[in-house]
């Protein structure tokens, strides 16, 4: 009988990454997914998400463009249904390709829900594999709230948005986490009446109080509505209306419900690795596959340092503390003190440091490339580099990157 180095159930960032680190130094393995190779980023969240955005905010440029008069498309317009076949084609391609490198590993695949049934055993397909070590990665799913189920045709969930053949007229955004807030942003560059509902009292509560604060403002020039220490309470399909705890009753073609994810669970993971989003700590994909890299390769990650960025318009990206945290020191860039931000028509974010003697502590980034502008405070603050080393640094020009340097000489 062959007996596997790891049984991984899960085919999403966690597990396919324990599996192809695995099979990269040698290790037999099996991998099992009872749906699509790639789990939730490839196929119902990170990347078709994106995909959206990219044609929403060309889309939205466009019609910067055309009021500016710098275009002219009188009949500038979008096939909604084309877009959506678009970020199936992008799902299908990477999903192919990543298929391929699991295959090429020779990394034993198995379409099939999976269970343990012992501390080395796992049953799937009514066959049972025996592996030395096991590792759960089975993620999480849409919350669903009580009095608020998903139906997906008038409330729907994260995964049913994204199967949308054509867009509403109105829509109504329950929550203002990343997902909620990119939802915002797609439907709002396509022309939809934007409703976003948010309990907490600030947008997007889980960052810096600066950032949610000028997410609301930026929200507001783009004409969502945002409802915020407000929740929907109740939701009636037939008169498609929902009602807000202030007594706001609101008309809207669909709720889309973004309250956050629960994670997975297997009658027993008995001894086995719990990573991803399943072990219910922070569910984002690269923090998924850095738990993978740690279990599998013995390489460390800092928990504090792991970014967050959410691709609203412009992007929002943050790593380690915020102002709400203690007392720093803080420097904040507008945007618009940059060359390239107003080449690209980039009206409005900041860059924000704050600091602790001479070590950063965090960075808030509101701003056209945050994604990737966060990652050099990353290596800056992994590597404990002092800010007077920092200002050694030669940063290109015109780019976003500048506006880091800048604060920092404003320190
Ligand atoms: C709309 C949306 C947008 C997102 N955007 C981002 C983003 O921009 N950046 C980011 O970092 N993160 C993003 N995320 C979060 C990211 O998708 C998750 O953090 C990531 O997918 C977690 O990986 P995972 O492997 O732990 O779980 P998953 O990706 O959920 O994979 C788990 C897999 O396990 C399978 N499975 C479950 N039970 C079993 C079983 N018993 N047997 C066999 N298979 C099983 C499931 O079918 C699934 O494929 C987004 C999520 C959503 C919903």
Redesign the pocket.
């Known amino acids: 009988m062959t007996v596997y180095d790891y049984g991984i159930?899960?085919?999403?960032?966690?597990?396919y990454s324990a599996a192809i680190y695995a099979a990269k130094i040698g290790k037999s393995v099996v991998l099992?997914?009872?749906?699509?190779i790639g789990?939730?980023?490839l196929n119902?969240?990170?990347i078709p998400?994106?995909t959206f955005i990219h044609w929403a905010d060309l889309y939205k440029e466009f019609k910067a463009g055309v009021k500016k008069e710098l275009y002219r498309a009188p009949e500038l317009g979008f096939s909604f249904e084309k877009i959506s076949q678009e970020k199936d084609s992008v799902c299908n391609n990477m999903r192919n390709a990543l298929e391929l490198i699991l295959k090429t590993l020779k990394i034993n695949v198995i379409p099939?829900?999976?269970?343990i049934i012992a501390p080395d055993k796992i049953i799937?397909g009514s066959q049972v594999y025996v592996c030395s070590k096991i590792i759960t990665?089975?993620?999480?799913k849409?919350k669903c709230i009580k009095g608020l189920e998903f139906d997906n045709e008038f409330i729907l969930s994260?995964d049913e948005v994204l199967n949308l053949k054509s867009l509403p007229k109105k829509v109504v955004i329950l929550g203002s986490g990343?997902?909620g807030i990119?939802w915002a942003r797609i439907f709002s560059a396509f022309d939809v009446d934007t409703i976003i509902v948010e309990a907490a009292q600030n947008l997007l509560p889980i960052a810096d109080i600066e950032v949610s604060k000028r997410i609301a403002r930026i929200f507001k020039q783009s004409g969502i509505k945002v409802f915020t220490g407000c929740s929907v309470i109740s939701a009636d399909k037939t008169k498609k209306t929902v009602t807000l705890s202030n007594g706001d009753v609101l008309e809207t073609d669909i709720l889309f419900a973004a309250a956050g994810?629960v994670k997975?669970e297997?009658s027993n993971t008995y001894n086995s690795e719990i990573?991803?989003?399943?072990a219910g700590e922070i569910?984002?994909?690269?923090?998924?596959s850095c738990q993978a890299k740690k279990i599998i390769l013995g390489i460390p990650y800092n928990k504090d340092l792991i970014p967050s960025?959410v691709?609203g318009e412009p992007e929002i990206a943050w790593v380690g503390k915020r102002e709400q945290d203690g007392e720093f020191k803080k420097v904040l860039l507008p945007i618009t003190a940059l060359g390239k931000a107003q080449c690209d028509n980039a009206k409005d974010g900041f860059i924000k440091i704050l600091t602790e003697g001479d070590k950063i502590a965090g960075a808030h980034i509101i701003s056209k490339e945050a994604s990737a502008l966060i990652q050099q405070i990353v290596i800056a603050m992994q590597n404990n580099i002092p800010i007077s080393r920092l200002k050694e640094v030669c940063f290109a020009h015109p780019t976003y990157s500048e506006g880091i340097f800048e604060g920092l000489m404003r320190l």
């Open positions: 159930i899960g085919g999403g960032p966690a597990g099992f997914e009872k749906d699509k789990g939730t980023c119902r969240g990170c998400t994106k099939y829900e999976a269970d799937a990665a089975i993620g999480a849409p994260s990343a997902i990119e994810r997975n297997i990573i991803g989003d399943c569910q984002l994909a690269h923090y998924a960025v691709y």
